[in-house]
């Protein structure tokens, strides 16, 4: 059974201060890793696919990496706006997402 | 509307109500999909449709739960006899084609509380 696990449950960080969340999966085939922003009240919001260890991707202060066991998604220089719940899901041979706990991420001013 | 809509935003139900959960997803989307998000954990799969047949029900958790997508555009979410542990965010989202690793385009959910 896919597992996904996110750590850590709940970061605080100041403005400025980079940090990585980390995504830790077990998947017998994976077709893909996904990172979600979700943010209160809001349904989940697209961010990145990785499809092979190794493989990178950016989007403004946003990384994120993949290995063959764990994902990072590393925020470099944060600002407040980032605050939001990250979520990492993992997909395998059916269309179906298995989604993490999630991160929820605070960046105070 | 350009994203994926879902009505009603909030239903409160007494327990043993019957609920019904509408997804309107983004014009000519293939695919549809329904996830239960409880309070401080991730979305879980409910089902999956592509057009009007409903691919993969793996997810819904009883034979109280129901879906359905009759002309491949709208869908609903059924729950009869609702129980406390149905109280949730239900989201539901869609994709352009259906291809695997497609990104998802969800909606801001319907949060149902059942007393």
């Known amino acids: 059974e896919d597992q996904v696990t996110q750590s850590p449950e709940a970061l605080r960080l100041q403005e400025g201060e980079s940090s990585s969340l980390n995504c830790s999966y077990t998947v017998s085939g994976l077709r893909g890793l996904f990172w979600y922003r979700q943010d209160p009240g809001k349904g989940p919001e697209f961010l990145f696919t990785l499809y092979s260890a190794g493989e990178e991707k950016e989007k403004e202060r946003l990384k994120a990496t993949l290995t063959k066991k764990e994902s990072f998604l590393h925020i470099t220089a944060p600002k407040p706006e980032d605050s939001a719940t990250y979520l990492c899901?993992?997909?395998?041979?059916?269309?179906?997402?298995?989604f993490g706990q999630g991160t929820r991420l605070t960046i105070n001013p | 509307g350009a994203g994926v809509s879902q009505s009603p935003r909030y239903k409160v139900a007494k327990r043993g109500q019957d609920v019904a959960l509408r997804c309107d997803p983004i014009s000519g989307h293939v695919s549809l999909f329904w996830y239960q998000q409880a309070l401080g954990q991730g979305p879980e799969f409910l089902t999956y449709f592509q057009n009007e047949a409903q691919l993969d029900k793996s997810g819904l958790p009883s034979d109280r739960f129901f879906a359905e997508r009759p002309e491949g555009s709208v869908s609903t979410l059924k729950i009869q006899r609702t129980q406390q542990e149905d109280s949730a965010v239900y989201l539901c989202a869609s994709s352009l084609v259906g291809t695997p690793n497609e990104k998802l385009f969800f909606g801001s959910g319907t949060q149902l509380s059942v007393l």
């Open positions: 899901a993992v997909q395998e041979l059916s269309q179906k997402l298995v």
